[in-house]
């Protein structure tokens, strides 16, 4: 059976957690972008398909599960390379964001990052950036109203998505920038780590993005999820997700409803509460709640 063709659609649209950046899920057949260049970094990850591309002098092919980025200023194009088209998400980066980034990953100034002609053929890169596209993407449905578009289940935590977006962009410098600024490992900083889940647990129905939360202790968002995610073995957005399951323990013990107990807590559903729930307990919080058998 032939693959499905895919349509010419497009989406763009944009987020509060990436300032200045734009971001775009589409899928193409017939469209062919004519030469042309972005001032900001272009990170794309296909998701289907495979996309054609000339760049810098060379022609290239970025079959599903690579990451062809375009570097700023970089004169390309764009068409199928198979029947069917392609489907992708794209980051369109500001470069100060990416410049900033170098310098807190390397604790030092840093020459402007480049990256490497063709696609790069990295599973768990292409991993990360799709999860953070639908992350972000994600929040913006929710908040126009919209339902999400896939992958994650619902949740639409800034905390979440935020972190999947530094997790991804520094996954990408690290691994292939050409001029790779390695990560020093953090000094611990128990003080700071104190004061970041202080501040993780005193609301936790409260919406809180990773740059508010490194504010607070006078740290890059880079850094302060790594300086956590050291101390706890858990970056910030799952540690308050454990949180909230045993705050949730005791009213689910006094009979408390669970669609009660889940915004209480701070879950954004039902259906979110309960997937947590059942990952944790290996039983929907229900059963639980009914004193189901297997749960420890």
């Known amino acids: 059976m032939d693959p499905p063709r895919f349509r010419d659609c497009a989406?763009?649209?944009?987020?509060?957690?990436l300032p200045g950046a734009d971001m775009l899920t589409a899928e193409y057949r017939e469209h062919e972008f004519a030469p042309h260049w972005h001032e900001a970094y272009t990170v794309p990850v296909i998701e289907a398909g495979a996309e054609a591309y000339a760049y810098q002098g060379g022609q290239y092919v970025a079959e599903a599960g690579t990451?062809?980025?375009?570097?700023?200023g970089e004169i390309h194009t764009g068409s199928r390379a198979m029947e069917a088209g392609w489907r992708y998400r794209v980051f369109y980066i500001p470069v100060d964001f990416i410049e900033q980034l170098a310098r807190d990953i390397a604790s030092a100034p840093q020459p402007m990052p480049r990256f490497p002609a063709g696609a790069l053929r990295d599973p768990?890169?292409?991993?990360?950036?799709?999860?953070?596209?639908?992350?972000?993407?994600?929040?913006?449905?929710l908040s126009s109203g919209e339902s999400p578009s896939g992958g994650d289940p619902p949740g639409g935590d800034p905390l979440a998505a935020e972190t999947a977006?530094?997790?991804?962009?520094?996954?990408?410098?690290v691994r292939h920038a050409l001029t790779h600024p390695e990560a020093r490992r953090p000094s611990p900083d128990p003080p700071r780590v104190a004061l970041m889940?202080?501040?993780?647990?005193?609301?936790?129905?409260?919406?809180?993005?990773?740059?508010?939360?490194a504010a607070d202790v006078g740290l890059s968002p880079f850094h302060a999820a790594r300086l956590f995610a050291q101390a706890t073995r858990m970056p910030p957005h799952a540690w308050r997700n454990q949180l909230r399951l045993q705050r949730a323990l005791a009213p689910l013990r006094e009979g408390v409803s669970v669609a009660e107990?889940?915004?209480?807590?701070?879950?954004?559903?039902?259906?979110?509460?309960?997937?947590?729930?059942?990952?944790?307990?290996?039983?929907p919080p229900g059963r639980w709640q009914a004193g189901g058998a297997g749960t420890r």
């Open 11 to 17: 989406r763009y649209w944009r987020s509060p957690l």
């Open 67 to 72: 990451v062809p980025v375009i570097n700023p």
């Open 124 to 141: 768990d890169l292409a991993a990360r950036v799709a999860r953070a596209h639908r992350l972000l993407e994600e929040r913006v449905d």
């Open 165 to 173: 977006l530094f997790d991804a962009m520094s996954t990408l410098i």
């Open 197 to 213: 889940k202080e501040r993780l647990a005193a609301d936790l129905t409260e919406p809180l993005s990773l740059s508010a939360l």
């Open 261 to 283: 107990v889940a915004a209480a807590c701070g879950f954004t559903d039902q259906s979110h509460f309960t997937r947590h729930f059942r990952r944790m307990f290996g039983v």
